[in-house]
């Protein structure tokens, strides 16, 4: 399975690398548009999203509106290899510091926080819910465990429309999304949650 998702991967980042040089300047603009058009997101929900690093699709826009409408929002943070992700509270505008693999994180003092909603990177999905990731398992550890605690948190998919594949390999752990969210549109997932 492990070589079979390395293939996918490969096959993923070209995928997206080229996805992100096509896509115009308004494309955080219309992923945004379509997130709320479609994702039912609760009054005073807390939203986690993400720092895009290389071609991610970029949720600022995301969080930047989620923020002016109210919402607490937050960034992850590794705070130990082959362990769930931290999440602390930030909003626009606030600094951001090195953290682990690459990633922009909010600084050591931000509030720990449990968000309801988590904007997931990816390098490819398909039809069913299933992601593909870099490897490391940060997420589906990480949706695994809220899940434990909170049946009902929402892991949605920001990505290019252009990253969707046939049928990707799946493992038990795997984590799926019950949202995917592109510049073309929103897709809902039935009976998402795996490697719960």
């Given at each position: 399975?492990?070589?079979?998702?390395?293939?996918?991967r490969?096959?993923?980042?070209?995928?997206r690398?080229?996805?992100?040089?096509?896509?115009?300047?308004?494309?955080?603009?219309?992923?945004?548009?379509?997130?709320?058009?479609?994702?039912?997101?609760?009054?005073?929900?807390?939203?986690?999203?993400?720092v895009?690093?290389?071609?991610?699709?970029?949720?600022?826009?995301?969080?930047a509106?989620?923020?002016?409408?109210?919402?607490?929002?937050?960034?992850?943070?590794?705070?130990?290899?082959?362990?769930?992700l931290d999440?602390l509270q930030?909003?626009?505008?606030?600094?951001?510091?090195?953290?682990a693999?690459?990633?922009?994180?909010p600084?050591?003092?931000?509030?720990?926080?449990?968000?309801?909603?988590?904007?997931?990177?990816l390098?490819?999905?398909?039809?069913?819910?299933?992601?593909?990731?870099?490897?490391?398992?940060?997420y589906?550890?990480?949706?695994?465990?809220?899940?434990r605690?909170?049946?009902?948190?929402?892991?949605?998919?920001?990505?290019?429309?252009?990253?969707?594949?046939?049928?990707?390999?799946?493992?038990?752990?795997?984590?799926?999304?019950?949202?995917?969210?592109?510049?073309?549109?929103?897709?809902a997932?039935?009976?998402?949650p795996?490697g719960?």
């Open positions: 399975m492990s070589a079979a998702k390395r293939a996918v490969a096959a993923a980042v070209l995928r690398d080229a996805a992100r040089d096509a896509a115009g300047s308004e494309t955080a603009s219309r992923i945004a548009d379509r997130f709320f058009e479609a994702v039912p997101v609760p009054l005073q929900a807390l939203i986690a999203g993400y895009a690093m290389g071609s991610e699709a970029d949720p600022a826009e995301v969080l509106r989620a923020s002016a409408k109210g919402h607490v929002c937050a960034l992850p943070r590794v705070a130990r290899r082959d362990a769930p999440f930030w909003q626009p505008g606030d600094a951001l510091v090195a953290g693999h690459g990633t922009r994180e600084a050591p003092d931000a509030r720990l926080c449990r968000p309801g909603i988590v904007l997931v990177p390098l490819a999905f398909d039809a069913h819910g299933r992601r593909i990731g870099y490897g490391g398992g940060y589906d550890r990480t949706l695994a465990a809220l899940r605690e909170e049946p009902g948190i929402l892991a949605v998919g920001i990505a290019f429309s252009a990253q969707e594949a046939e049928d990707l390999p799946e493992e038990e752990f795997d984590a799926r999304l019950d949202w995917v969210v592109t510049e073309t549109g929103a897709r997932f039935a009976a998402a795996r719960v």
